[in-house]
């Protein structure tokens, strides 16, 4: 079992920057891919960038490309993500997911465990 906990999110304006946190619970966090996706009102959740178990392996959503940077930090059983240049067009609630493997990283249905997301809100 793993929990996620999202942190970081908040009000910016258009240009800004924020790092969204991923704390995870559990012993085998090395084990996990984790993703963020992120979920704009009325719209579906959205792949927004993934990182492997080692961190050796990155990709990201062609909408945040050259913007946002995932990292992770084994010793906190923490991911992030950082966003630059921030867009209106991002505003959305962000949430994190672990995978084990299985599917495609970059699908919803590929994760076994979500947090509970955390808001993000840029104006213009």
């Known amino acids: 079992q793993v929990q996620l906990v999202e942190s970081g999110g908040g009000l910016v304006q258009a240009g800004g920057s924020l790092r969204l946190s991923c704390a995870a619970s559990?012993?085998?966090?090395?084990?996990?891919?984790m993703g963020w996706f992120r979920q704009a009102p009325g719209k579906e959740r959205e792949f927004a960038a993934y990182?492997?178990?080692?961190?050796?392996?990155?990709d990201y959503g062609d909408s945040v490309k050259g913007r946002f940077t995932i990292s992770r930090d084994s010793a906190k059983n923490t991911v992030y993500l950082q966003m630059n240049s921030l867009k209106p067009e991002d505003t959305a609630i962000y949430y994190c997911?672990?995978?084990?493997?299985?599917?495609?990283?970059?699908?919803?249905?590929?994760?076994?465990?979500w947090g509970q997301g955390t808001q993000v809100t840029v104006s213009s």
């Open positions: 559990g012993r085998t966090f090395s084990s996990y891919g």
């Open positions: 997911g672990a995978r084990l493997g299985g599917g495609y990283y970059w699908s919803v249905t590929s994760y076994n465990y």
């Open positions: 990182i492997s178990g080692s961190g050796g392996s990155t």
